[in-house]
């Protein structure tokens, strides 16, 4: 199997890593093999997926008609 090194890891997130590894019962190789295999095999969202997943994080409630800005700024 082909081998990949990675150079100049923050120390930090290496022991992130490392600990991560460690609750799941991995070896950090192993557990650097999920994450990188987990980061390749996700499809990439489409532009309207991305806008569907953020409308429904700011709610329907969040929004206000940009017309009816514009309308009550006309009136100042």
């Known amino acids: 199997m082909p ?5 100049d890891v ?10 991560k590894a460690a609750r799941e019962g991995r070896s950090l ?10 980061a390749v095999e996700s ?6 997926e991305t ?3 953020i409308r429904l994080a700011l709610g329907a409630d ?3 008609d940009s017309a009816e800005l514009l309308r009550e700024d ?3």
């Open 3 to 7: 081998s990949v090194l990675v150079r």
């Open 74 to 76: 006309r009136y100042r």
């Open 10 to 19: 923050n120390a930090s997130t290496l022991k992130k890593l490392k600990l």
């Open 43 to 48: 499809e990439p969202l489409s532009e309207l």
């Open 62 to 64: 969040s929004q206000t």
């Open 29 to 38: 190789q192993a557990e650097v093999q999920i994450i990188l295999d987990r």
């Open 51 to 53: 806008a569907r997943k």
